[in-house]
């Protein structure tokens, strides 16, 4: 729902209907044809102007590159695991970073497909 301030300003807006004109040699007024901005719907709402610039490309998911982005967070998982006034042992900090790597390869495969699968369906493909 619209603040009071955008009601107020939309209201405002809409108040002034006035129309372009010109005065000719003799004085009379003659109408300007201008051209529209903004597209209307039915409801009375401007449509959305849609950008020239095409989307940015997205590549197809791949096991490899979710593996490596795996590989980036796992090191910071350790460090994070690491810090603390009780931190686990040796081992057991290896084995959550290592089990999180096996969940984290599949969730990045999961959303570099979502994102995909978005693109293609914006580009028309």
Excluded: C
């Amino acid at each position: 729902m619209p603040s009071k301030k955008q009601r107020r300003r939309r209201e405002k807006l809409k108040r002034h209907q006035y129309e372009l004109v010109q005065l000719d040699a003799e004085g009379n007024e003659i109408p300007v044809e201008t051209t529209e901005r903004k597209k209307s719907e039915p409801n009375g709402k401007a449509t959305p102007s849609r950008r020239g610039r095409t989307p940015r490309e997205v590549k197809p998911p791949s096991w490899s590159r979710s593996a490596k982005r795996a590989a980036i967070f796992v090191p910071f998982l350790y460090i994070f695991l690491s810090i603390g006034k009780n931190p686990p042992p040796l081992p057991a900090r290896l084995g959550i970073s290592l089990l999180y790597a096996v969940v984290f390869v599949p969730m990045f495969f999961f959303v570099d497909r979502l994102a995909y699968r978005g693109y293609k369906r914006r580009i028309g493909g």
